[in-house]
């Protein structure tokens, strides 16, 4: 039994983690102060149900490198890694754009959970019905159209609609 078929049938659900690539973004999209490429990216998939956090690249495990193995080094023949996801400085470098999003697991779930009424006393709450174990695989579309959505926005504003 998979993953998901288990939380199923235990009544519960789980998150995950959706991870975002996309290729062919121009170099140059995005502001270094308030329209940071990565602040516009984080406002759409954050504005998505579910989702409780984002990163970009190495994302939080760049905290825990130094900066020689970090830094996202140039030659003439391109980038010699990708740790920032494919923004430097609030701007698009032209490399592969890449994002994780963090799904929380769905509260409506079939199992007993206490809460309170409307008179603050303690009570238990069983919701009925069909209810995912896990919306990551519905959720997919979702991060992919807010991501298409903003950096064509992008693109809109800088190269115009024709």
Same mark, same amino acid.
């Given at each position: /039994?998979?993953?998901?078929? #288990? +939380?199923? +049938?235990?009544?519960?659900? !789980? *998150?995950? @983690?959706?991870?975002?690539?996309?290729?062919?973004?121009?170099?140059?999209?995005?502001?270094?102060?308030?329209?940071?490429? #990565? %602040?516009?990216?984080?406002? %759409?998939? /954050?504005? @998505? =149900?579910?989702?409780? =956090? $984002?990163?970009?690249?190495?994302?939080?495990?760049?905290?825990? /490198?130094? *900066?020689?193995?970090?830094?996202?080094?140039?030659?003439?023949?391109?980038?010699?890694?990708?740790?920032? =996801?494919? $923004?430097? *400085?609030? &701007?698009?470098?032209?490399?592969? !754009?890449?994002?994780?999003?963090?799904?929380?697991?769905?509260?409506? &779930?079939?199992?007993?959970? #206490?809460? &309170?009424?409307?008179?603050?006393?303690?009570?238990?709450? +069983?919701?009925?019905?069909?209810?995912?174990?896990? $919306?990551?695989?519905?959720?997919?579309?979702?991060?992919?159209?807010? +991501? %298409? $959505?903003?950096?064509?926005?992008?693109?809109?504003? %800088?190269?115009?609609?024709?």
């Amino acid at each position: /039994m998979d993953l998901i078929e #288990q +939380v199923r +049938v235990e009544n519960d659900s !789980i *998150g995950g @983690i959706i991870e975002c690539r996309v290729n062919g973004v121009p170099a140059g999209l995005g502001e270094p102060v308030f329209g940071k490429l #990565q %602040a516009l990216l984080s406002h %759409a998939v /954050m504005s @998505i =149900g579910a989702v409780k =956090g $984002i990163q970009f690249g190495s994302g939080f495990a760049s905290a825990f /490198m130094r *900066g020689s193995e970090c830094n996202d080094q140039r030659t003439s023949n391109g980038f010699l890694s990708n740790h920032a =996801g494919g $923004i430097l *400085g609030g &701007i698009s470098s032209g490399q592969e !754009i890449v994002l994780q999003a963090a799904i929380k697991p769905t509260s409506s &779930i079939s199992r007993a959970q #206490q809460t &309170i009424n409307k008179n603050n006393e303690t009570t238990t709450l +069983v919701v009925e019905g069909r209810h995912d174990p896990c $919306i990551c695989p519905r959720a997919v579309v979702v991060v992919e159209s807010m +991501v %298409a $959505i903003t950096l064509l926005d992008l693109y809109y504003t %800088a190269f115009g609609r024709t």
